[in-house]
């Protein structure tokens, strides 16, 4: 319904709404971060770098446990009205989709 | 450290488990749950997805495999971290439609089908069995690192004995604690404190050996990472498709276990919890996965060749000398075992006694929601003993499976298995058009897949398959092979499992759905769990309420417990604005009951305990059948009325024509009397005028002569219109003797036409005729026949007001009849009057004075139907024209 969304956001609900894409991305961000040692094959370097893959590993991590938590602290607080108009026009949210 | 020692210690902390426990039971149902509901305490509960297999097999896997042993916790972190896709909905949905068990949630979405939930439930079991061994082995194993190590020669039990004590402990505990109540909400809070201080416990015995092992054995972190790269470890390989394979059948498992749907979304206590889990429970992952590498490494080098690697955890601080290290340790391995069997064994026991037992009992004894008897005891019952058949399934894979495979490699089976639900949960919330056919299909082809390639075979060569068959195929059939199927080879039988149970699960769950079409109250539960934010409501309502209020709390109070059902029953009857117990069974309340009984039954027998009581009040497809066809009936009826009313509208209004035609026949019937009288008068008043004339004896003779000559015409007169009105009453009452002979139709016009040239001789008038389709002989009464043509032709003479008058004489023959058209030019007979020129007396104009008295047309008709024909006017001929019809032979 086009004519009932407001054209802009007021800004917070604005920076909510980004905050969402952010988290719906999250998860194919550290998709490909926990999938790249799939290139570099390991066993195959001359030198041992089992060590740098377990820094590599828990410091992709500890990144996205960090971006969780920011987006969590974010999100969390309007969570059981997300879909509440937040500015005073009438605001709908575009419901989630598949995933 | 004495066994005796070891079995107390393990009794003292079950006790203070128990403890906790039971303090905080109290505390929620005093009300006085606030701290029992934080996010922590929720973030914590979720921690039993790290098991044994976590503290004791992760060290393990990670000295056989390298890091490959992260992907079991990079994948619920993938799934965390993106929690505002599933977790979020999953949890929505869960509180919504007040969801017990994941068996619940996929018969709940498919029409409340309790098949789904007896297939679901029957995966879930056979999946935890693997998973409830590894516990088992691994508290089993513990155990004898103790025993092993003591010289005071204590008698340990063998290992097949401590399992089974261990399993029956385990069953005593989650019996006492998981059945003590049937909670409306199928929430635990006393279970959830427990695991919650488990998960803290083990975290710490982790956290614990692992810097005891850094900063204690080695030499801090440089030490370690040089380690690492020395070690055996460092020579893993990482396989791509087993890296992938693993992250994705983890993420699907956090979601699909029965036990992790169990905290993650019957439990939840507040929606913002996931939130906050979102990044809490990754970091708990991620801190038990420190130290895993190093452990792994340090127990590599230090510890004996063969030792068992899942051990390191107990075995390097014992040989260490730190035995309160070990003893804690121990204690965290314990936590791991017992707080996932307990969840597990809750979780299961829930599906099995809502979807196996309570439907079973109730079709057995049919009606029996209003008979005497506990459904309350009988579930309790049916949950423990489903507890005791759980743990006893497990010890018998234990048994079976000789209770010495590596840790990791059980959990995996467990977690394929259980995946087998994702297709169906994700296809459920996402996609409306997932049909309980697609669902039941893929769920079924997955669950054979993973039985015979990976869960059968588990039992190693001989076991439950024999070797020849998994070395050659069924029958020798060679692309049947249980780790080669369609001839497949090279890839590892996990993987191999995992791609062709997803892959082919997926599809039949696509073309099941594809292919069948939902039921009703399918399409509303579709609706419902997939558009959950959309509406607040639940779907199905109970549109019609025949269910008695009191026999819903005689019921609801078997389910729920007489003091549960009653607050709820005052609840509804207050927001109803009524006093007392009992509210009306209006559809909202009727919605709202069943729900939360559906708490402690699950949905599809609560609905089905709803249906019975209200006399089946939802309505079926049978039903929907039903009213259209009586419906059907209705409209038929109605069309039926329809035309009926038409009809006597159709009379009416013939009747209406009936009656104006009497009214006006009856004023033409007066002014033929009156003409009638004026005729006869009229001749009569001369014939005794002159007859008086006669009388008088001095009258000439030629004057008598004359006057008696004018008496004769009069007389004459009066004769032929006698003649006239005797003729007609003949034929009009079929009485007319017919002399029927053979004519031509060309000769008898002739004789018409000139019979009737005497009338008004002295008009100019032309007959225009067409000779040649004149010819045709007729049988009937020719005399008749010709007097209706000399009637019509002399009308014609008498009546055409044209210049130049002209008649036409048309003759056709259609079939068995000819047709004789006389259309002449004149200005014809206006149309208010056709009707009426047929009709005896009937007369056009007053000053008409040349023959009779209109009684002409009137025997012309009589005599047409005496000979089997008719005649009648033929309007819009530019004059006056009839058409006279007749059979080409009479039939007697």
Known sequence: MPQTQPLFLARRSYRRRRMMDAVRLLPFFGTVLLLLPLLWRPAETPEPDTARGVIYLFTTWVVLIIAALVLSRGLAPGLLDAEEPVSPGPETEPHNGAG | ??????????????????????????????????????????????????????????????????????????????????????????????????????????????????????VVTVIAVLAATPYIALQLQSVTLSFGVFASDTPEGWAVPDQGATALWVAAGLALFTILFGTRNLDANERHHGIVMAIAVEAVVKLIALLAVGLFVVWGVAGGVADILARIDASPIADWELKPGRWAGLTFVSAAAILTLPRMFQVMVVENADERHVATASWAFPLYLMLMSLFVVPIAVVGLSIMPEGSNPDLFVLTIPLSQGAGKLALLAFLGGFSSATSMVIVAAIALSTMVSNHIVTPLWLALRVGSARAPGDVRGLVLMSRRLSIAAVLALGYTYYHLSGGSAALASIGLISFVGVAQVLPAMMGGIYWRGATHVGAAMGLITGFAIWLYCLFLPSFGPNGLLSARLIAEGPFGIDWLRPHALFGITGLDPLLHALLWSMLLNTGAFLIGSLSSFPGPMERLQGVAFVNIFDQSSGPGSWTRSAAEAEDLLSMSQRILGAEEAQRFFQAQATAQGKAGLLPDPTPDFIARLERQLAGSVGAATSHAMIAQLSGGTTVSVQDLIAVAGEAQQIKEYSAQLEAKSEELARTARALREANEKLTELSVQKDGFLSQISHELRTPMTSIRAFSEILMESDLPEDMRAKYAGIIHDETRRLTRLLDDLLDLSVLENRKVQLNIGVANLHDILNKAIVAASNTRPERMFVVQRDASTEHMPVFTDTDRLLQVFINVISNARKYCDAERAVLRIEVKKRGGQAQIDFIDNGSGIPKKVQALIFEKFARLTDTSHAGGAGLGLAICREIMANLGGSIEYLPGQGGAAFRVRLPLKLSA
Do not use: H
Request: glycine share 10%; hydrophobic share 55%.
């Open chain 2, 1 to 118: 450290m004495p066994f005796n020692i070891l079995v107390a210690v393990s009794l003292t902390y079950v006790a203070v488990l128990f403890g906790v426990a039971f303090v905080a039971e109290r505390r929620a149902i005093g009300g006085r749950a606030g701290w029992l509901r934080l996010p922590l305490v929720y973030t914590l509960s979720l921690s039993i997805y790290c098991t044994a297999w976590t503290f004791y097999g992760a060290v393990g896997y990670a000295a056989r495999s390298g890091l490959e042993f992260l992907t079991i916790y990079l994948g619920p972190t993938l799934v965390f971290v993106g929690w505002w896709w599933v977790l979020r909905k999953l949890v929505r949905i869960g509180r919504a439609q007040r969801v017990t068990s994941i068996a619940d949630l996929i018969s709940s979405r498919y029409g409340k089908s309790n098949f789904l939930g007896v």
